[in-house]
């Protein structure tokens, strides 16, 4: 049993600088950022809905590798806008070894060789409905059909030279595909990171205008993604993918899934990621155009949450941002 007030006042080691951080039981550095990063064919352009992002050229895009690089930022994610001709309702492009997303990294690895390379398996960027699998007559996502697709995705990506390929898609079993063929061809090092909870979330409007597929996408994701009623599912989820061998997996959106975080951290004692998503990004960003709050107080306030929540790392639009305020 502790001692009392006044024995006890939990304000003395709050008193001064020197002693919060001494006492400080979280940390965040530059290490714990992943920086999503939008590509496109040709030059770079804004994003209405995404103040501050851009979509970047490949030259672009290896210009942010080194800026990541000198500020610390150990791994880039990356998302390609595929041009309209290229999408089809099997969003076969995925799996072309020259594709856009192919040959970024490919870029990237020759000129910036010691960054990590984390790429989206999902069909989403390149369907011309916009969703994350082939759909069938009845307007169904299917699941099988889908994975053996992402299973080649995700062998492309690996061949260009991705170190970690990210199922973002939701679809049942295809971690344990992608696996079973890293393993066949030889990928043993390429890592996994599972989206293992994904929310079917209002918070991803604005990466659907940048990857465009907002005015693609007939209907929602309901059948693939989660419910955000749901807890105990997550944690479901996330078995699965441990068992058919993801890394590390990821809890999507953020801040409003705090609990889930904490949930997966206790129950699996494994590295857990958070995505802070395009719209908690926006969200950041509208506070502060209207004066409501400091963006870097924001910012760093939010990342320490997820690391207090127990994650071992962030992807954040604000990562940059976040490793110069952390002074790498
Ligand atoms: C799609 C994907 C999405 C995001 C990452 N991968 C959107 C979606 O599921 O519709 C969202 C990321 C963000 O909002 O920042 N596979």
Redesign the pocket.
């Known amino acids: 049993m502790s001692a009392a007030y006044p024995a006890l006042r939990l304000r003395r080691t709050r008193a001064s600088a020197w002693s919060r951080r001494l006492h400080a039981e979280t940390v965040l550095t530059p290490a714990d950022l992943i920086w ?1 990063l939008f590509v496109t064919e040709g030059d770079a352009g804004p994003i209405a809905a995404l103040p501050g992002v851009l979509r970047w050229s490949i030259a672009g895009i290896v210009e942010r590798a080194r800026e990541a690089r000198d500020l610390g930022i150990p791994v880039l994610a990356l ?1 390609p806008n595929t041009p309209p001709a290229l999408r089809s309702d099997d969003g076969r492009e995925a799996f072309n070894p020259d594709n856009l997303m192919c040959r970024t990294i490919r870029a990237i690895k020759d000129a910036v060789p010691d960054i990590g390379i984390l790429t ?1 398996v ?1 069909l ?2 390149y369907t011309a409905h916009g969703h ?1 699998g082939i759909v069938d007559d009845a307007g169904y996502v299917t699941n099988d059909v889908t994975s053996d697709t992402l299973v080649r995705q995700a062998l492309v990506q690996a061949a260009a030279g991705s170190d970690i390929v990210a199922p ?2 939701m679809m049942d079993g295809r971690v344990g595909a992608i696996r079973t063929a890293l393993e066949r061809d030889g990928h043993v090092n390429v890592q996994i990171m599972a ?1 293992a909870a ?1 929310y079917a979330s209002a ?6 205008d940048a ?1 465009g ?1 907002r005015g693609l ?1 007939k209907g929602d ?1 309901t059948t693939y ?1 989660m419910d955000p009623a749901n807890a105990e599912e997550a944690l479901r989820e996330v078995a699965l993918d441990l068992a058919e061998g993801a890394d590390s997996v990821m809890v ?2 953020g801040l409003p899934y705090l609990d889930v975080i904490a949930r997966v951290k206790a129950a699996f004692e494994v590295p857990v990621f958070a ?1 802070q ?3 908690e ?1 926006a969200m950041i960003e509208a506070a502060v155009a209207v004066g409501a709050g400091d963006r870097d107080a924001l910012v760093l306030e939010t990342l320490m949450a997820f690391k207090r929540a127990g994650c071992s790392g962030v992807l954040t ?1 604000h990562a940059a941002h976040a490793a110069r305020l952390l002074g790498a």
């Open positions: 999503p998302f989206d999902a989403d960027p994350d973002s898609d989206y994904k918070f991803y409007g604005p990466f659907r990857v597929t996408l994701k993604q999507k959106p995505y998503v395009s719209g990004y639009y």
